[in-house]
């Protein structure tokens, strides 16, 4: 009963700190779309997550106060909170005194991962009470070896399952370290039949993926009506196209990022307590098998299917792992409690308060609304009954959860790109009459249509008819310069796409001003390798060499394989291909600044660059002579607004926004 009460005590207090902290609106990613599901019953990208809909659903009537958004960012905030007094009771019951179990508990709680997902509308932290609460029961099978706990694993890791796939990796542990150490129970069919039906009693969430798809509900991700379709969505077939793996030498540079996971994770003072844990498990009557496979099986699900981000940007998949290796961080000081003097094993509690010092900045969300407020901006510009085709995760799921949930712009035809089989809609329309915008360019073209950048959008128009003033209603996204606003790397991308489609927009119309966008982008994300591989492309086709190459050897630094678009292309090659263009007008310009016409004028100068324009334009290089044309504007920048460039092809961006996807 005492260790019961100080469980409920201390996840009570992890609950105040991440409701504390909490998102009040939604948050960037994977969140719009996970809540919009929840509030219309719709199914989400694969998975499909069948049980965090339903679970969340349910929460959101329970707790009728507030933005849903926020009521789903409690939601996370109750699981992550239950995992961590679950685990404590786990580490009490396996023997750990209150200190280890307490050390446990700490580092689990206070993880970056961890912690980054207890306060947000995301999976992970209902998969993590889900991880804990089937290998407490499969503590229990390991001490008392009765059947019951054993099928009761098996079926909470099956009905985790139906929220996130790990737990099917983690049944498939817990089966085989259970064949392993019992051999016999192979050999007694009803046990067997008896776990083959609490493991499908456990995923029977999904079947609500097929009957919910049958009334076309209005996110409808994969149509997961057919067996085919609804494998598909459960097996995660789409992620696989995204790996990063390519071949067996790339495991050990995955294994290697875990390695340093761990140590950001638990500190390294933490990481080493698991080691000794480990070590020493198998004769303090752990499951030593099980934890090891349960970390291996987390390794290598994600290994082999996971994209660049998920793999080293994120360690939110890999929490899991990390609740595991804080369990035997309580073991390792359990260990080393026997031959410390008897208050010196609380000193190892400083290293989940160290957590705690260093996390609440970083993970206080309760000012965060810069997602909501770039959707909420882009909507604005929009004109009564507009169709918007959407997509980019980052972009598109605020905009779903925004009108699904708030009601917010019911007027507007929202396309929703790759969801459900929506594709483009028949190009049949008049450009005028009948607007069609785009978050992203289309890559298309088709004579007599034209699709230009107004502001956070582009719209598509008559080829030749006069481009349209745009819709620039802020400067700044809300929260964009305030430190107290924690910016994650999706959060940095967005407003780099933010900063981007305003430098798209002034690109041919106030050269000197789109520059500055494009600075401001590049500085708020200078993470994200397709933001650089697209600035490249832009200053190519303008000509401007030298800052091309440094855009493309920016994105090559930070992803030196293909970006994440489907054109699958790789900044080395587009800096081999600038590489040539440049030495040979290098050698071209070396002739023409030998003749008289540049005599007297002094390079850098707007006069000295509009001369050597109008030479390279006689030599029918227009892009070149574009380059000295923009050279020119900035040289002659002062206070004025300086004269629009002559006009060329609008901009035509691959999107640079990271793939979220749970």
Not at 116 to 138: D, E, H, T
Not at 313 to 323: D, L, V
Not at 354 to 368: E, I, M, Q, T, V
């Amino acid at each position: 009963m005492r260790t019961a009460a100080q469980s409920a005590v201390l996840g009570g207090a992890c609950f105040l700190l991440y409701a504390a902290g909490a998102c009040p609106t939604i948050y960037v990613g994977d969140s719009g779309e996970l809540v919009a599901a929840v509030h219309t019953l719709g199914i989400p990208h694969p998975s499909g997550y069948p049980l965090y809909v339903l679970l969340g659903k349910l929460w959101t009537l329970a707790l009728p106060v507030g933005w849903i958004a926020w009521r789903m960012s409690l939601f996370s905030a109750a699981c992550a909170a239950a995992a961590v007094a679950l685990l404590y009771r786990l580490g009490r019951r396996a023997g750990l005194a209150v200190v280890a179990a307490l050390l446990a508990a700490g580092l689990l709680a206070a993880g970056p991962s961890f912690w980054s997902q207890a306060n947000v509308q995301r999976v992970y932290a209902l998969n993590a009470l889900f991880f804990v609460a089937a290998l407490g029961l499969a503590f229990e099978w390991h001490r008392e070896r009765r059947e019951g706990r054993l099928l009761a694993a098996l079926f909470v890791a099956a009905l985790g399952a139906a929220n996130h796939t790990y737990m099917a990796v983690f049944w498939l542990a817990l089966a085989l370290s259970a064949a392993s150490l019992e051999p016999g129970l192979l050999r007694r069919p009803r046990t067997l039949m008896r776990a083959a039906a609490v493991s499908a009693a456990g995923l029977l969430p999904y079947l609500y993926l097929p009957l919910r798809s049958r009334a076309d509900p209005a996110l409808d991700w994969g149509d997961p009506e057919s067996a085919g379709a609804l494998l598909a969505t459960v097996l995660r077939r789409e992620a696989w196209e995204r790996a990063w793996l390519e071949g067996p030498g790339d495991l050990a540079v995955i294994a290697a990022d875990w390695l340093r996971g761990l140590g950001e994770e638990l500190l390294w003072g933490g990481a080493a307590l698991a080691l000794l844990g480990l070590l020493v498990a198998g004769r303090r009557g752990w499951p030593r098998r099980l934890l090891v496979l349960a970390m291996l099986g987390n390794l290598a699900a994600l290994a082999l299917h996971g994209s660049r981000s998920d793999l080293f940007i994120w360690h939110r998949y890999y929490i899991p792992s990390w609740a595991a290796a804080a369990l035997l961080a309580g073991l390792g000081l359990e260990a080393l409690r026997q031959h410390l003097p008897r208050r010196l094993p609380a000193l190892a509690l400083l290293l989940p308060l160290a957590l705690l010092a260093l996390g609440w900045r970083p993970f206080d969300r309760s000012r965060y609304r810069v997602a909501e407020d770039f959707s909420r901006t882009l909507l604005s510009t929009l004109p009564p009954g507009a169709h918007l085709a959407a997509s980019d995760d980052n972009v598109l799921f605020v905009l779903i959860y925004l009108q699904l949930v708030e009601g917010l712009r019911p007027d507007l035809d929202l396309i929703l790109q790759g969801i459900g089989g929506a594709e483009l809609p028949p190009l049949r329309f008049d450009p005028d009459a009948d607007p069609l915008y785009f978050t992203h360019h289309p890559n298309w073209s088709f004579a007599g249509l034209e699709v230009v950048p107004v502001g956070l959008v582009f719209r598509t128009l008559h080829a030749g008819r006069p481009w349209p003033e745009p819709a620039i209603p802020k400067r700044r996204l809300a929260g964009e310069d305030d430190p107290r606003v924690p910016k994650d790397y999706l959060t940095r991308n967005l407003i780099g796409h933010f900063h981007y489609m305003l430098g798209v927009t002034f690109e041919e119309r106030d050269w000197p001003r789109a520059t500055a966008e494009f600075a401001r982008a590049a500085a708020a994300a200078p993470d994200n390798d397709v933001l650089f591989y697209n600035l490249g492309l832009i200053y190519r086709r303008n000509g401007l060499w030298e800052r091309s190459l440094a855009a493309f050897e920016r994105s090559r630094a930070i992803n030196p394989r293909h970006i994440a678009s489907p054109s699958r292309a790789r900044a080395a090659d587009r800096r081999a291909e600038v590489e040539r263009d440049r030495a040979r007008l290098a050698a071209v310009e070396e002739t023409l600044t030998a003749g008289a016409t540049l005599r007297g004028l002094e390079p850098g100068t707007a006069a000295y660059h509009l001369a050597l324009a109008r030479l390279l334009d006689e030599r029918g290089e227009a892009t070149a002579a574009r380059g000295h044309r923009l050279r020119a504007l900035e040289a002659a920048a002062t206070g004025r607004r300086p004269r629009p460039a002559s006009r060329g092809r609008p901009s035509d961006p691959q999107g640079h926004g990271s793939r979220d996807r749970s």
